[in-house]
């Protein structure tokens, strides 16, 4: 059941990194890259929510963002309602190293999140001894036995003993997952975490993840440059998607509508492209009018979409939609575009000419 108070807030969020360019160019003014460019979204207890987009798009930065790796330079995230920066200068009520332990992250690349040269319970038992010094050996052994348990790792007693190297990529994972949920955190970040593996494996993991998230009442922000994982994690999680393009998010909502029935031309360019969908109907042809991504550095005006929308006019260039909800459909789901306006200049301006 989902609460009614957000347990993460992230509102207005914006992460600039400069560009700086090789030694030629070490006098110049550094450019900006816009990463993130004023996202907002809420997550809530026992939550799902899954972000999808092609590479580049700013996924993975505003899912680092959200579990306090990556500072923002604009714009606020709160943990239950405390600045989570404003935690880690000291300057709250709630401790960082509580926040911290709350907010977890699953790498995509398993094998490189995993010491080489320590055995899974010497991997585990690093993060118990730093958190909870006050457990005996013992106590420790029994928490990473039970965790390897839940994970499917069984028997526990003979993975323990394995190094990295001894595991499938599929083990490595479930290490890895094992590791975030002994901190008992109310939000994982799964960053592609199922990409590195094969595709008979995917569905298996998605599914432990999601029996797990109801074991122990955590919430999953899900990233995937996959809509058909997208979809098919947040449909048994209950969940929304959330499609970013260029360090915006463009459209959110349940997992039914954004794949039958997308609202912004960017999420039917992703839907078109994931022919594993099974939709009963696809369009063949590309619902886009050019291959290439604007450079982040000098994103297009207005909506960022127009130079590639098909269903872009001039009025797109001037001005940037704000989030309207969907009428008629659950009200968890919006789209940033002027064709949800019921009113706007859009629909008497001229269609873009390529």
């Known amino acids: 059941m989902r609460s009614e108070e957000p347990l993460l807030s992230l509102e207005n969020v914006e992460v600039h990194f400069e560009n700086q360019g090789g030694f030629l160019d070490l006098f110049?003014?550094?450019?900006?890259?816009?990463?993130?460019?004023?996202?907002?979204?809420?997550?809530?207890?026992?939550?799902?929510?899954?972000?999808?987009?092609?590479?580049?798009?700013?996924?993975?930065?505003?899912?680092?963002?959200?579990?306090?790796?990556?500072?923002?330079?604009?714009?606020?995230?709160?943990?239950?309602g405390t600045d989570v920066w404003e935690a880690r200068r000291g300057n709250a009520d709630i401790p960082f190293s509580e926040i911290r332990n709350s907010l977890q992250i699953i790498h995509q690349d398993p094998g490189s999140s995993l010491n080489p040269n320590r055995r899974v319970k010497s991997i585990l038992q690093v993060p118990l001894e730093q958190t909870h010094p006050e457990m005996s050996t013992n106590q420790m052994l029994e928490r990473i036995y039970s965790l390897l348990e839940h994970v499917g790792m069984t028997p526990a007693t003979d993975y323990a003993e394995r190094y990295p190297h001894q595991l499938s990529g599929g083990e490595k994972q479930r290490v890895a997952l094992s590791r975030a949920l002994l901190m008992n955190p109310d939000m994982i970040l799964a960053d592609e975490a199922i990409s590195a593996l094969d595709v008979s494996l995917r569905v298996e993991m998605m599914d432990l993840m999601l029996d797990l998230q109801e074991q122990f009442s955590t919430s999953f922000l899900f990233i995937s440059h996959d809509l058909s994982n997208a979809r098919y994690f947040t449909e048994h999680g209950d969940g929304r998607i959330g499609g970013m393009y260029l360090g915006e998010l463009v459209e959110v909502g349940p997992p039914e509508q954004v794949t039958?029935?997308?609202?912004?031309?960017?999420?039917?360019?992703?839907?078109?492209?994931?022919?594993?969908?099974?939709?009963?109907?696809?369009?063949?042809?590309?619902?886009?009018?050019?291959?290439?991504?604007?450079?982040?550095?000098?994103?297009?005006?207005?909506?960022?979409?127009?130079?590639?929308?098909?269903?872009?006019?001039?009025a797109c260039k001037q001005e940037t939609p704000q989030p309207q909800t969907i009428e008629n459909v659950d009200i968890d789901h919006w789209a940033s575009c002027f064709r949800e306006y019921d009113n706007h200049e859009y629909w008497q301006s001229q269609p873009l000419q390529d």
């Open 28 to 80: 110049d003014d550094a450019e900006i890259v816009r990463a993130v460019d004023g996202v907002s979204l809420d997550i809530y207890e026992e939550d799902v929510v899954a972000l999808v987009g092609e590479s580049g798009c700013g996924k993975t930065t505003l899912g680092k963002t959200a579990i306090g790796l990556q500072e923002p330079t604009g714009g606020s995230v709160k943990f239950r």
């Open 260 to 314: 039958q029935n997308p609202r912004h031309p960017y999420t039917e360019v992703l839907r078109w492209a994931t022919p594993n969908l099974n939709l009963d109907e696809q369009s063949k042809d590309m619902p886009m009018r050019k291959i290439d991504i604007p450079d982040p550095v000098d994103p297009p005006s207005g909506c960022r979409f127009h130079t590639r929308c098909p269903e872009a006019r001039e």
